[in-house]
């Protein structure tokens, strides 16, 4: 699955970006989907991860109650809202899609085997 993110930007702190990331192709409800952010000089970690059915979400404790993971299986697009925005939120998001049907939700890199390019999401202070 080809999977394109968009929605990055330019902010102030405090406040909000969705990003979206759409996955073309009668396969998406097949895809549990997650975010990944990697930060510069870090490491690409979880950010948020949502079943199939968008029934249940999972969020990293950092954005937990500012981020919102949701998808939309007709439009065959995932959403992330993002808000109350910090500037150690700066930096390049991913999504992933896990095509694992006997794995429900994921937090962990290595489950995801199909990743968009990435857009850059900058918090100013």
């Known amino acids: 699955v080809q999977l394109q993110a968009s929605g990055g930007g330019l902010v102030q702190a405090g406040g909000s970006l969705r990003l979206s990331c759409a996955a073309p192709?009668?396969?998406?409800?097949?895809?549990?989907m997650g975010w990944f952010r990697q930060a510069p000089g870090n490491e690409r970690e979880f950010v948020a991860a949502i079943t199939r059915t968008g029934g249940s979400t999972y969020y990293a404790d950092s954005v937990k109650g500012r981020f919102t993971v949701s998808r939309d299986n007709a439009k065959n697009t995932l959403y992330l809202q993002m808000n109350s925005l910090k500037p150690e939120d700066t930096a390049v998001y991913y999504c992933?899609?896990?095509?694992?049907?006997?794995?429900?939700?994921?937090?962990?890199?290595?489950?995801?085997?199909?990743w968009g390019q990435g857009t850059l999401v900058t918090v100013s202070s």
């Open positions: 192709g009668r396969t998406f409800s097949n895809y549990a």
């Open positions: 992933a899609a896990d095509f694992n049907l006997g794995r429900p939700i994921s937090t962990m890199q290595h489950s995801y085997k199909h």
